[in-house]
């Protein structure tokens, strides 16, 4: 270890900027994150200073650096582009015995500021001890999307819990009640902005630590149309502390794979007329699985509420009282309009977008055809494959020109992904003569046709 990490209070401290560019403009602003007094020496000041310094957040000086600028100083920093007035306050602060850093320079500072990822009161710094400032960016980037955005505000709840939490708890015990609690339904209410309910939870679980101890909870997951890229962060973080995972058919094996290894994994998976499990049983399932103390997630193709019958499996679990959150995905219409190169609106050719299930029932599909076959307005068709000719046929019925343009994506977003695009007149022949397989989205308007244009990336069929 070259250097000693440490977190400095400097809280209404006396501290020395030299320099007044962009640089030390960054630096300075750090600094009074942590509430230091600040002192800027520079002939002139970036424009970057210029709110500090309106709002007096700042003292700005405008001589040279001299000795004695550091008397009485708790920390100095040198940002200029002048080597000899860089060194000049190197020496003198380390001749004081005051911490002494200067941007870019390592040999010539006593200590070298982080890339941080603040979530205040909670801070994680990433230092490659100035060997490569660059890749401690990248690993701050990549721990940037693990650390949820709420966690400072979690910590801040656990430290106004704290005493209460030490008064009423052993240490072992204490110990694993702040576990439950950090990784349960009370840390995802505050995840989800609703700390005024997490706040009374925990009060409660105090009186009844059963509550913590022994609770499950269900999260209702959108994994999202198949590219494993396209999940949440919330998503994935779910998903990495399962204790078992409940999901469709429509979940691809990418995403599956990013299930926490030793979780367990429960297909009820959905064919059409052939269902794995009925929705009855998949939704007692559930309950079952949360009381017994299981972290539970139900993976869903694209998002729950979007004909992903989200709204009946929370029904029962609100019913039984079991904690549950609500995780949205890309749906298929986003995932896929997106991936082929089609927008959904388009000033010029359509200022609405409707999302319709072309499922069958008894063999035939009850839907308000007039709404749908509006000039400018694209439609966009979910399990529509097998009715594909009825829907066809009914739209140009109801007076959508023949030559409407229409588009099939099948397995949006994966690398098998296949765009077929023809019209209303052509699509049924071309499903039949393309051997086209489900999932496929079925999208119907003049948007189509910009895909001449728009489709800049494909994946390889
Ligand atoms: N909740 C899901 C939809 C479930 S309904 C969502 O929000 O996306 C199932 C239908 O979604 C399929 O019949 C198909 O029309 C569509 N679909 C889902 N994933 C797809 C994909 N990767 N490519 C094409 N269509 C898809």
New binding site residues.
């Given amino acids: 270890m070259n250097y000693l990490p440490i977190f400095l209070d400097i809280r209404d401290q006396p501290c020395l900027v030299v320099g007044g560019g962009e640089v030390a403009a960054r630096k300075c602003a750090m600094l009074l994150r942590a509430g230091a007094r600040v002192t800027v020496l520079a002939p002139s000041l970036n424009a970057a200073f210029s709110a500090d310094l309106a709002a007096a957040r700042i003292v700005h000086r405008a001589t040279e650096f001299r000795d004695e600028d550091l008397a009485g100083v708790a920390l100095a920093i040198a940002a200029t582009d002048d080597d000899a007035v860089n060194r000049a306050v190197a020496a003198g602060a380390r001749a004081r015995h005051i911490p002494v850093n200067v941007v870019d320079q390592p040999a010539l500072c006593s200590f070298i500021l982080p890339s941080i990822i603040e979530r205040a009161p909670l801070i994680v710094a990433v230092s490659s001890g100035g060997a490569s400032p660059v890749l401690a960016r990248l690993l701050r980037a990549r721990l940037e999307t693990l650390i949820p955005a709420g966690y400072g505000r979690l910590a801040a709840l656990a430290g106004a819990f704290r005493d209460q939490v030490k008064a009423r708890f052993e240490p072992a015990q204490r110990r694993r009640f702040w576990e439950r609690v950090l990784q349960g339904p009370i840390a995802e209410l505050v995840y989800g902005g609703r700390e005024g309910e997490a706040r009374k939870a925990l009060q409660e679980t105090l009186h009844d630590p059963r509550l913590v101890i022994s609770g499950g909870e269900v999260s209702l997951v ?1 994994a ?3 590219d494993p890229d396209l999940l949440t962060f919330r998503a994935l973080r779910l998903m990495q502390r399962a204790d078992v995972v409940v999901y ?1 058919r ?1 979940v ?1 094996q990418p995403v599956l794979d990013l299930v926490r290894r030793d979780a367990e994994r429960i297909y009820a998976g959905k064919e059409r007329a052939k269902h794995a499990l009925p929705q009855e049983d998949i939704n007692h399932l559930l309950i079952r699985l949360a009381k017994e103390g299981k972290r539970v997630v139900r993976l ?9 019958r ?1 709204g009946e499996e929370l029904d029962t679990l609100a019913a039984e009282g079991v904690p549950f959150q609500v995780v949205p ?5 986003s ?2 309009a997106a991936y082929a190169g089609i927008p959904l609106t388009h000033r010029d050719c359509a200022q609405s977008v409707v999302f319709i ?3 069958l029932q008894d063999g035939s599909m009850n839907l308000n055809w007039p709404a749908l076959a509006q000039p400018r307005q694209t439609i966009v ?5 097998i009715g594909v000719d009825i829907l066809c046929r009914e739209l140009i019925a109801h007076g959508l020109p023949a030559a409407t343009p229409a588009a099939l ?6 690398p098998e ?1 296949r765009v077929l695009a023809g019209d209303l007149e052509t699509l049924p022949r071309i499903v039949r003569e393309g051997g086209v397989k ?5 999208i119907i308007g003049e948007v189509v046709k910009l895909r001449d244009r728009l489709k800049w990336f494909e994946p390889a069929a």
Avoid: V, W
């Fill in positions: 959108g999202g149309p198949g469709d429509l691809s869903k193709g694209g998002d729950p509420f979007i004909f992903g989200g995905g890309i749906t298929a219409a995932g896929c299930t072309g499922h068709f979910y399990m529509g494959l994506i099948q397995q949006g977003t994966m992904q489900a999932p496929t989205l079925i």
